[in-house]
Every structure is written in structure tokens, then in C-alpha cells.
């Protein structure tokens, strides 16, 4: 399966939220697709939280685009981490609405 790439202004969710799919947790709104890691020229994903004190985060994009290690988190193990992939962009049409209004896209009076 070839995965379609992120842009900047997807809002993607990190797999741990299927555990604590309260709010925003582990959403994040992509801002940057193609930094580049000033030691090694590694291609980074920028994206920034949306949830508690927003913070900024870098990662490879490689691990990004990356499956979730089942050896590690094996479903047998943690049951509530069913998403393939660590970040996968969100499709939710209400998750996509609270996030447009946390950042101040959309009002909370709006139709969805």
C-alpha cells in the first residue's frame, strides 16, 4: 500500500489515540512536510498539538510514514492501538471541526 503524503494543514492523530480518544489528544495540525535535520540533511515532519500546551515536535518522516511496531505494541498487549500506522490523517468530520475551531478556523456555532 502506498500512503498518500501529508500536507501542510492536515490534522493527523498519533495512534496512542485510540486508547484516549478524549478531545483533541494526540492531534496534531501539520505545518511543516520538508525541514531538513541541519547534521544529517534527514527529512523532517514538523506538526504542532492541539491539545494541552501545544507544543511543537519534529520527527523523521520516514518514521512518520512508518507502521506501529507491533513488537512492541502488540495488539494482544494493547488492544486499543488498532491504527496501522503511527500518525494517519484524520477523516472524522466532527474531529475535524474541533480542530478547525481550536485553531480559530471555524466557530463552535457552526454546521458542520
Known amino acids: 500500500m502506498v500512503r ?4 501542510v494543514g492536515d490534522y493527523v492523530q498519533h495512534f496512542k489515540r485510540s486508547a484516549n480518544p478524549v478531545g483533541l489528544n494526540y492531534v496534531y495540525v501539520i505545518v511543516g512536510v520538508d ?3 541541519t547534521e544529517t540533511g534527514e527529512r523532517l ?3 504542532r498539538a492541539l491539545y494541552g500546551d501545544k507544543q511543537l515536535y519534529a ?3 520516514d518514521m512518520a510514514m ?3 511496531d507491533r513488537e512492541k505494541y ?3 498487549q494493547y488492544p486499543s492501538y488498532t491504527q496501522e500506522y503511527r500518525l494517519e ?3 472524522d468530520p466532527d474531529l475535524i471541526h474541533k480542530a478547525d ?4 478556523l471555524s466557530s463552535s456555532s457552526s454546521n458542520i
Open 74 to 76: 502488540p495488539l494482544e
Open 35 to 37: 525541514a531538513k535535520h
Open 89 to 91: 490523517k484524520v477523516t
Open 4 to 7: 498518500e503524503n501529508f500536507r
Open 66 to 68: 512508518e507502521k506501529v
Open 59 to 61: 520527527r523523521p518522516l
Open 45 to 47: 515532519l514538523v506538526y
Open 101 to 104: 475551531i481550536e485553531l480559530g
